[in-house]
């Protein structure tokens, strides 16, 4: 359910029916109230604001065909301003639901968030929401929940005793991590590490997961930073050998929904297998970037 408003003038319901006489120069003009009054109105099914093609919200530029069908610009764009009801072209915007949408005002879709936006930036908030549902990404785990519990969750399901290690670092496949700290990482058979970053509050830091591959020339290691979130930042990937030979690796992180199983095919680092022998030290450092 949604609600939008409009400023309302009172004189505009007046019951006098005498005609309206009109003078040489204009016609008579109604006097526009001094304290417009604001009323509201409810939106039973919010689905007549997502475009009928992706089902996704609408948002402005909005298009239509001459048969008044409508469609996203995203959409129009990939189906070549043709329209997929008639076929006719989608050149016109449709002004007048591009003036519900920017009115309308809807609460985020997320349980949880108490957050009302804009009708037509209900995407972006989405996609910024800390309670919107993320996949845990510990393989062969169909498990979700909301990013500020995701971290929470692979401590208690995927943590896994350090068998070399007797110190407190006891869990290796969940690590917490200080911006500009180096953090050593213990390669769990996971092959995937998930990390947050350490804060003063509960459930707040981003998350970043670490991941590598095992390739015919060595091993392939990634990182990413899952979850919402508008911050940037760097990273370093550092190999040290028992023989004093090291491997460095800088990049930026690239914040995704989810990570895939999927070898990266840019921003990796390959280490060779004479880099990989079982007592070499790995760890990572990341800085978060300030404009």
Same mark, same amino acid.
């Given at each position: 359910?949604?609600?939008?408003? &409009?400023d309302y003038d009172d004189s505009l319901d007046s019951d006098d029916d005498r005609p309206i006489a009109l003078t040489n120069r204009s016609?008579?003009?109604?006097?526009?109230? +001094? #304290?417009?009054?604001? &009323? #509201? =109105?409810?939106?039973?099914?919010?689905?007549?604001?997502?475009? +009928?093609?992706?089902?996704?919200?609408?948002?402005? +530029?909005?298009?239509?065909?001459?048969?008044?069908?409508?469609?996203?610009?995203?959409?129009?764009?990939?189906?070549?301003?043709?329209?997929?009801?008639?076929?006719? $072209?989608?050149?016109?915007?449709?002004?007048?639901?591009?003036?519900?949408?920017?009115?309308?005002?809807? $609460?985020?879709?997320?349980? =949880?968030?108490?957050?009302?936006?804009?009708?037509?930036?209900?995407?972006?908030?989405?996609?910024?929401?800390?309670?919107?549902?993320?996949?845990? $990404?510990? &393989?062969?785990?169909?498990?979700?929940?909301?990013?500020?519990?995701?971290?929470k969750h692979a401590v208690d399901e995927h943590s896994l005793d350090a068998p070399r290690f007797t110190d407190v670092r006891r869990f290796?496949?969940?690590?917490?991590?200080?911006?500009?700290? $180096?953090?050593?990482?213990?390669?769990?058979?996971?092959?995937?590490?998930?990390?947050?970053?350490? #804060?003063?509050?509960?459930?707040?830091?981003?998350?970043?997961?670490?991941?590598?591959?095992?390739?015919?020339? =060595?091993?392939?290691?990634?990182?990413?930073?899952?979850?919402?979130? #508008? =911050?940037?930042?760097?990273?370093?990937l550092k190999i040290s050998s028992v023989h004093g030979d090291e491997l460095l690796f800088n990049s930026n992180l690239q914040r995704v929904?989810?990570?895939?199983?999927?070898?990266?095919?840019?921003?990796?680092?390959?280490?060779?297998?004479?880099?990989?022998?079982?007592?070499?030290?790995?760890?990572?450092?990341?800085?978060?970037?300030?404009?």
């Amino acid at each position: 359910m949604a609600i939008f408003s &409009r400023d309302y003038d009172d004189s505009l319901d007046s019951d006098d029916d005498r005609p309206i006489a009109l003078t040489n120069r204009s016609s008579r003009k109604r006097q526009r109230s +001094p #304290t417009p009054t604001e &009323r #509201t =109105g409810t939106l039973l099914d919010l689905d007549v604001t997502d475009c +009928p093609i992706c089902f996704h919200p609408l948002t402005i +530029p909005i298009f239509q065909c001459d048969n008044g069908h409508i469609i996203c610009s995203t959409c129009c764009e990939k189906l070549s301003q043709k329209c997929a009801t008639c076929s006719l $072209p989608t050149l016109s915007r449709n002004r007048a639901m591009e003036q519900v949408v920017e009115l309308l005002r809807v $609460p985020c879709p997320n349980a =949880g968030c108490s957050k009302i936006v804009s009708c037509s930036e209900t995407s972006a908030h989405v996609n910024l929401c800390p309670f919107t549902q993320r996949t845990c $990404p510990f &393989r062969g785990c169909d498990f979700t929940c909301s990013s500020k519990d995701l971290y929470k969750h692979a401590v208690d399901e995927h943590s896994l005793d350090a068998p070399r290690f007797t110190d407190v670092r006891r869990f290796f496949s969940s690590r917490k991590f200080k911006c500009g700290t $180096p953090e050593t990482l213990y390669l769990a058979t996971d092959k995937r590490i998930i990390l947050k970053e350490r #804060t003063t509050g509960e459930g707040e830091g981003e998350i970043v997961v670490v991941e590598w591959f095992d390739v015919p020339d =060595g091993r392939i290691f990634y990182a990413c930073c899952i979850g919402p979130g #508008t =911050g940037k930042f760097s990273y370093q990937l550092k190999i040290s050998s028992v023989h004093g030979d090291e491997l460095l690796f800088n990049s930026n992180l690239q914040r995704v929904r989810e990570v895939s199983n999927e070898p990266p095919r840019a921003r990796f680092m390959l280490a060779p297998s004479c880099m990989l022998l079982p007592y070499n030290d790995y760890s990572i450092c990341i800085k978060r970037e300030t404009n």
